[in-house]
T-cell receptor
């Protein structure tokens, strides 16, 4: 699976959009971009994923650049409850062997939403 | 909403004890996973299962075993607990399509296990 690079931490004011970047310059054609977050003392929560087109759901939007080497997760109106560690993961569509379905989290971005 | 339920949020056991961690999901998912999460080491896969009675080793299976007798339940067993197994244990599930690689995994809230 391709390696990802995320900023260590970011701040955002409550009610404003939070834009979390992720670099995945070695991504290959069959790899998806996934975003999860983990609020303190809870399990990771799935947010969104995409292959090449931009995606939107009730939680967030995912913008993937045309060359797919980077992406941005957008929380349109951040709240205090969005304070969490956000993980960007790139995974193959047809992993085999012991990587079969496995998720590998890097260090992620600590997003702090301020009142 | 997908619900993955782990039997305990916090558990304290002694060295040498046999420890059972239970996980139940209510979405009829075929794939189920056990991870441990440690500071600085991220998430590491212990075992996974893609069908009843099927199991495959992940990256760190030593000292653990699993059981999948029913589709909705996946148990992690520490045969003889040791202090280096103190960790946060996370269970996840996903549907079978593409053997879970494209479908997102949904996690439980974790069990924080301390071995004394």
């Amino acid at each position: 699976d391709a390696k990802t690079t995320q900023p260590t931490s970011m701040d955002c004011a409550e009610g404003r959009a939070a834009n979390l970047p992720c670099n995945h310059s070695t991504i290959s054609g069959n790899e998806y971009v996934y975003w999860y977050r983990q609020i303190h003392s809870q399990g990771p929560q799935y947010i969104i994923h995409g292959l090449k087109n931009n995606e939107t759901n009730e939680m967030a939007s995912l913008i993937i650049t045309e060359d797919r080497k980077s992406s941005t997760l957008i929380l349109p109106h951040a709240t205090l409850r969005d304070t969490a560690v956000y993980y960007c993961i790139v995974r193959t569509a047809n992993a085999g062997g012991t990587s079969y379905g496995k998720l590998t989290f890097g260090q992620g971005t600590i997003l702090t939403v301020h009142p | 909403d997908v619900k993955v339920t782990q039997s305990s949020r916090y558990l304290v056991k002694r060295t040498g004890e046999k420890v059972f961690l239970e996980c139940v999901q209510d979405m009829d998912h075929e794939n189920m996973f056990w991870y441990r999460q440690d500071p600085g080491l991220g998430l590491r896969l212990i075992y996974f299962s893609y069908d009843v009675k099927m199991k495959e080793k992940g990256d760190i299976p030593e000292g653990y075993s699993v059981s999948r007798e029913k589709k909705e339940r996946f148990s992690l067993i520490l045969e003889s607990a040791s202090t280096n197994q103190t960790s946060m244990y996370l269970c996840a599930s996903s549907p079978l399509r593409d053997r879970g690689s494209k479908q997102p995994q949904h996690f439980g809230d974790g069990t924080r296990l301390s071995i004394l």
